[in-house]
């Protein structure tokens, strides 16, 4: 079992920079991937960002060139940094982990952008 813990958000400009940070209570992403989701309201969760164990990382088409996720094993972490933040990305951003069969999430962050 694994505790996963967000922090990082808060309410940001359009056009502004956010990193969100995502700890687990263990060593993990070693061997697991991170996996980041957001939901916005009235809307489905959606995966938004994936690092693998080895650090190799894919986006969703819609934050493509603007959401960069990053890890470091040392810490148990994973961050994913947002630029160019749009007041569409405005949603509670949650981290999870897959582990055997089982989905580990942590309780979410909230973002939200305006002016």
């Known amino acids: 079992q694994v505790q996963l813990v967000e922090s990082g958000g808060g309410l940001v400009q359009p056009g502004g920079s956010l990193t969100l940070s995502c700890t687990a209570s263990r060593s993990i992403f070693t061997v697991f991937y991170g996996n980041w989701y957001r939901q916005a309201p009235g809307q489905e969760r959606e995966l938004v960002a994936t690092?693998?164990?080895?650090?190799?990382?894919t986006y969703a088409d819609s934050v493509k060139g603007r959401f960069t996720i990053s890890k470091n094993d040392a810490k148990n972490m994973v961050f994913l940094q947002i630029n160019a933040l749009q007041p569409e990305d405005t949603a509670v951003y949650y981290c999870?982990?897959?582990?055997?069969?089982?989905?580990?999430w942590g309780q979410g962050t909230q973002v939200t952008v305006s002016a």
């Open positions: 999870k982990t897959k582990i055997k069969g089982n989905q580990y």
């Open positions: 690092i693998t164990d080895r650090g190799t990382t």
